[in-house]
């Protein structure tokens, strides 16, 4: 099994992609989902989220208030790296067991959906490939504009937090642009599955793991048969 990391940039329409990837079958592990996860109340990161941040960024039902604590991390990048600290060692461990249970279960690849996979840079070294969700930066702008209602300045401001998606693309193995409508995003979606699907990267190692399997089954049997 190897690891596929998908990313993008706000607003360029990553969530399209997933979903199309879904459909197909994909095992896709969302980062995003198990950020909420590991957060949720008398959880060891929401304990010490509360003991950093304090309780005006909680929710009535005692849930984290995710745009209070954006609005924080947001404007001060020294909070930013504290949140990080607290919330990244629960999210890898989260993804972990997932990778586990997909492995287990014989996929032959996993998509890790980490918004800020080429940020961060560490955990593209344990990805064969890389793939980003591409739009050109005006339509970037539109649509994150219509989908926040956020003006003109604070879209930018949004988008500017972030690695332009032109220095991304030079990283990515493959590219998804996501500029168009949405039957050309699909098609690119299953030109990339098919192109995945036929990799014969760690086939050495599927087939001996078979190899092994079916070794140790056989043994198993002859076992039985000499004991029944």
């Known amino acids: 099994m190897f690891l596929v990391g998908l990313s993008g940039g706000i607003a360029s329409g990553k969530s399209t992609v997933v979903a199309v990837l879904r459909e197909l079958g994909c095992a896709v592990i969302d980062a995003d989902v198990i950020a909420r996860q590991v957060v949720q109340p008398h959880s060891k990161a929401h304990q ?22 954006g609005n924080i991390i947001f404007s001060q990048p020294e ?13 890898l461990k ?37 793939v980003l969700v591409y739009c050109d930066p005006p339509t970037q702008l539109a649509r994150l504009m219509k989908r926040s209602g956020l003006g003109v300045a604070e879209a930018e401001a949004r988008i500017g937090s972030q690695l332009p998606l032109d220095e991304k693309r ?8 996501n500029s168009g409508d949405r039957e050309s995003t699909r098609r690119q979606v299953l030109r990339l599955h098919a192109r995945l699907e036929d990799s014969l990267h760690f086939l050495w190692a599927r087939l001996a793991v078979g190899t092994a399997v079916a070794g140790l089954g056989g ?7 000499h004991f029944i």
């Open 48 to 69: 010490q989220i509360l003991q950093h941040f304090g309780t005006e960024i909680l929710l009535e039902n005692g849930e984290i208030n995710r745009e209070a604590l």
């Open 79 to 91: 909070k930013r790296r504290l949140l990080n600290s607290i919330t990244h060692p629960e999210i």
């Open 94 to 130: 989260e993804m972990l067991k997932q990778l586990l249970k997909y492995f287990v279960l014989g996929y032959r690849y996993v998509i890790l959906d980490i918004p800020l996979l080429f940020e961060t840079r560490g955990l593209t070294r344990f990805m064969k490939y890389t």
């Open 170 to 177: 030079r990283w990515a193995t493959h590219v998804i642009d």
């Open 219 to 225: 043994l198993v049997f002859l076992l039985i048969r």
